[in-house]
């Protein structure tokens, strides 16, 4: 079979299926089962197709079907203009976590501890943009670790990090420029109207935060104080109705002159503030 009706199979194949996109996945998805970069498939398209690759592409195609995000298929996702592994074990990076490293890539800070860090792409991203950095990245789980200290060995900064096994800041006792976190946000009552891309190939933990999305800066907030250095300063991503919440929660504990920081989409993202 030639190329161009294998794609035009597929994408066919993925739109009668409900998948919003399909010509698109249908390109990115034969390419990847090719081994060739989507701009080469263009340039082979009046050629023949192997069965091997036919059958590795069908089942590509199924878990696809199956709501499988793109980025699970491949086992990579772009972020920051790196492309990072990701797999099972970690939350897969959204484009709009790259408003954290907007907010803070202009104020270089010698000491960063990310609380959190599932597959390392904000810890690795700073490492890799700061010169002088030093970055200490927590996870609670230990497949997720592995997975950061893979892509800090890619890009080549694992000296600059330290990865430790930690329930938020358990295992921490030094202070720190800077605390930045993506923590869990949503709430379990919002279950039911979670895409199946995410609550089916996204790890539970890096998700949910309790029945009002909270709980994670309700363990976060009140210790933030005792592990950052004079002049310090604290970037949280949030869901974007929780900026009032979190926001309060930070005047409660002593923090002063916390902004609101919204993502390209117009939406808050992120909580910024420092101690007085």
């Known amino acids: 079979m030639k190329l161009k009706k294998v794609l035009t199979d597929s994408a066919i194949k993925?739109?009668?299926?409900?998948?919003?996109?399909g010509a698109r996945d249908a390109r990115i998805l034969t390419a990847y089962a090719l081994g060739i970069p989507i701009s080469d498939l263009s340039l082979k398209i009046n050629e023949q197709v192997s069965r091997k690759i036919i059958s590795k592409l069908e089942k590509?195609?199924?878990r696809r079907i199956e709501r499988e995000p793109i980025s699970k298929i491949l086992e990579r996702r772009e972020f920051w203009g790196r492309s990072?592994?990701?797999n099972e074990n970690v939350l897969d990076p959204r484009g709009d976590t790259e408003t954290l490293i907007d907010y803070v890539i202009e104020k270089p800070v010698k000491s960063v501890l990310e609380l959190?860090?599932?597959?390392?792409?904000i810890a690795v991203t700073l490492a890799c943009e700061w010169e002088e950095v030093n970055v200490t990245a927590i996870d609670i789980s230990a497949d997720a670790l592995l997975l950061a200290k893979i892509n800090a060995e890619?890009?080549?900064?694992?000296?600059?990090?330290?990865?430790?096994?930690?329930?938020?800041?358990?295992?921490?006792?030094?202070?720190?420029?800077?605390?930045?976190?993506?923590?869990?946000?949503?709430?379990?009552?919002?279950?039911?109207?979670i895409s199946d891309e995410v609550i089916n190939?996204?790890?539970?933990?890096?998700?949910?935060?309790?029945?009002?999305?909270l709980d994670a800066y309700k363990r976060i907030i009140p210790n933030l104080a005792k592990y950052l250095k004079p002049d310090g300063f604290v970037v949280l991503e949030i869901g974007a109705f929780q900026s009032n919440q979190v926001k309060n929660m930070m005047n409660a504990v002593g923090f002063v002159d916390t902004k609101i920081?919204?993502?390209?989409?117009?939406?808050?993202?992120?909580?910024?503030?420092?101690?007085?």
């Open 201 to 213: 190939y996204d790890p539970e933990i890096a998700l949910f935060a309790g029945n009002e999305g």
């Open 60 to 62: 590509l195609i199924n």
């Open 154 to 193: 890619k890009f080549n900064v694992q000296n600059k990090i330290q990865f430790l096994k930690s329930d938020w800041f358990e295992s921490i006792d030094d202070r720190f420029d800077l605390i930045i976190s993506n923590p869990p946000y949503i709430g379990l009552k919002e279950k039911e109207k």
């Open 261 to 276: 920081v919204k993502d390209l989409s117009g939406k808050d993202r992120l909580i910024a503030t420092k101690l007085d």
């Open 116 to 121: 959190g860090t599932g597959s390392g792409a």
């Open 84 to 86: 990072f592994s990701i």
């Open 14 to 21: 993925l739109s009668k299926s409900g998948i919003e996109g």
